[in-house]
């Protein structure tokens, strides 16, 4: 009797230490794709940052040294139409495509 005993206690034993295992291994797993999964994506760093300076070229009225052309755009308003020339700046890059008219 005391054999099985002895024989059950290191069945459980050793299923103990395989649960142990496998919740490391899956804690393992779990930690390094998050570890993996970042947060900082290099194109939306760079949209940002592009985004932020054209702002700021548009804040310090600088926005001249973005490509720009005359257009005439018609407006409508009252039934009425209204041919205007503007200049067009605009910034475009793969990703942000930004364009301001200015009279």
């Not at 919740?23 to 940002?48: P, W």
């Not at 985004?51 to 548009?58: A, D, Q, S, V, Y």
């Not at 490509?67 to 067009?88: A, D, H, R």
């Amino acid at each position: 009797m005391k054999h099985i005993t002895k024989h059950k206690s290191l069945l459980k034993s050793s299923f103990s230490t395989f649960e142990t295992i496998v919740s490391i291994t899956i804690l393992a797993i779990i930690i390094s794709g998050f570890a993996n999964f970042t947060y900082y994506d290099k194109n939306s760093s760079q949209n940002f940052n592009d985004l932020n300076k054209i702002e700021n070229l548009f804040d310090t009225n600088k926005y001249k040294t973005l490509p720009s052309y005359s257009k005439t755009i018609n407006i409508s308003k009252n039934n009425t139409n209204e041919l205007i020339q503007v200049k067009v700046y605009e910034f475009k890059n793969e990703n942000i495509k930004v364009v301001k008219y200015e009279k």
